[in-house]
């Protein structure tokens, strides 16, 4: 058996497979499944910026309708029950977690803003988070703001979470970033000490028989690991100290296998998890263990990286050259 050891982070984990945050990472049941399969951490379910805020918002609320009473100018100020909302039930699930399992848990935060609900990352690192993963997602509809202002918020959210945390910290991105390998370097001197890659964008669609527009979720498929793989073979190259990993369209062992070998610390899967069950992680574990049997390799560190643009005969693949082939080989 080939050791499947690998570093991310700064964590060192027992295999190289993660479960992304979904509904099974949110479950006891299914988190002990997904331990027991061999993941080699698990990322918790996102609290959102919009949750914090909304907490903020529920306790400034209540204060000021004390100031609007005259029966509360000499009562004591109100309990406010934030078990059911918000940060809470995500600090109390990472805590419950934390004793559930071995492995390292991953805190997720959601946001596309500044603002003071960066505290929570701290809170959750505070709770016992080994890492947190910042998930910067937003579609970006001002027509007065550029792309660079886009960066430059997205820099300093980052730079505000790290700031707050004592823990490592993941940026997990969508792919419409336009320089990402400039974007990585500005990300990695802000406080991020790896990327995520990449986000997925859950678009609404428009149902014709109620002519309105409606939000489904729509799993990934193995054809869209691509573009991960292309970004990180690149970035790998150019940041070998950065932690990367990849997600989107890692469904099998072979999927994992793929990105590790253009250079992922890990790879990361949900898709294949919600439709197969927390068991499938096993399989795809001992489809890359066969893998690297057959082919001689003793361990994942061995393999990782050796097809990155740094180690591939034409980097040029990883770039232009792919399209071209394509194109023309279709004509």
């Known amino acids: 058996m080939a050791d499947l050891k690998t570093s991310y982070l700064g964590l060192e984990l027992g295999s190289p497979i993660i479960a992304s945050c979904s509904p099974l990472t949110g479950r006891e049941?299914?988190?002990?499944?997904?331990?027991?399969?061999?993941?080699?951490?698990?990322?918790?379910?996102?609290?959102?910026q919009e949750e914090a805020e909304a907490e903020e918002l529920a306790a400034s609320d209540l204060m000021d309708t004390g100031d609007d009473f005259a029966e509360f100018a000499s009562a004591p100020l109100p309990t406010i029950d934030f078990s059911e909302i918000g940060p809470s039930r995500?600090?109390?699930?990472?805590?419950?977690?934390?004793?559930?399992?071995?492995i390292p848990v991953i805190a997720s935060v959601n946001g596309s803003r500044v603002g003071d609900w960066a505290r929570y990352a701290q809170?959750?690192?505070?709770?016992?988070?080994?890492?947190?993963?910042?998930?910067?997602?937003?579609?970006n509809t001002d027509p007065d703001e550029s792309s660079a202002d886009?960066?430059?918020?997205?820099?300093?959210?980052?730079?505000?979470?790290?700031?707050?945390?004592?823990?490592?910290?993941?940026?997990?991105?969508?792919?419409?970033?336009?320089?990402?390998s400039s974007f990585a370097g500005r990300a990695q001197q802000a406080g991020a000490d790896g990327l995520v890659l990449f986000n997925r964008f859950?678009?609404?669609?428009?149902d014709l028989d109620s002519l309105s527009l409606?939000?489904?979720?729509?799993?990934?498929?193995?054809?869209?690991?691509?573009?991960?793989?292309?970004?990180?073979?690149?970035?790998?190259?150019?940041?070998?100290?950065?932690?990367?990993?990849?997600?989107?369209?890692?469904?099998?062992?072979?999927?994992a296998l793929k990105a590790l070998l253009v250079g992922a610390?890990?790879?990361?899967?949900?898709?294949?998890l919600l439709s197969r069950g927390p068991g499938h992680l096993a399989a795809m574990l001992r489809e890359l263990n066969t893998w690297m049997d057959e082919h001689d390799y003793e361990s994942v560190r061995q393999?990782?990286?050796?097809?990155?643009?740094?180690n591939v005969p034409d980097p040029g693949e990883f770039e232009r050259a792919q399209y071209m082939k394509v194109i023309t080989s279709s004509l």
Not at 123 to 132: F, H, N, Q, T, Y
């Open 265 to 272: 610390d890990v790879a990361c899967t949900t898709s294949a």
């Open 303 to 310: 393999l990782q990286g050796s097809m990155s643009a740094a």
């Open 214 to 255: 409606e939000s489904r979720l729509s799993l990934s498929t193995p054809d869209e690991l691509r573009f991960p793989l292309r970004w990180i073979g690149i970035l790998r190259a150019q940041r070998p100290d950065l932690s990367l990993a990849a997600t989107s369209g890692v469904h099998s062992g072979l999927d």
């Open 150 to 180: 886009v960066e430059a918020r997205y820099l300093q959210i980052i730079e505000t979470v790290s700031g707050r945390i004592q823990v490592p910290l993941a940026v997990k991105l969508s792919q419409h970033i336009t320089g990402l």
């Open 90 to 102: 995500h600090i109390d699930w990472l805590r419950r977690a934390k004793q559930l399992v071995d």
């Open 123 to 139: 809170m959750l690192a505070d709770a016992g988070a080994d890492a947190v993963e910042l998930n910067l997602f937003s579609v």
């Open 202 to 206: 859950y678009g609404a669609e428009v």
């Open 29 to 48: 049941e299914s988190l002990l499944q997904l331990a027991s399969a061999g993941a080699g951490a698990v990322v918790l379910p996102s609290l959102f």
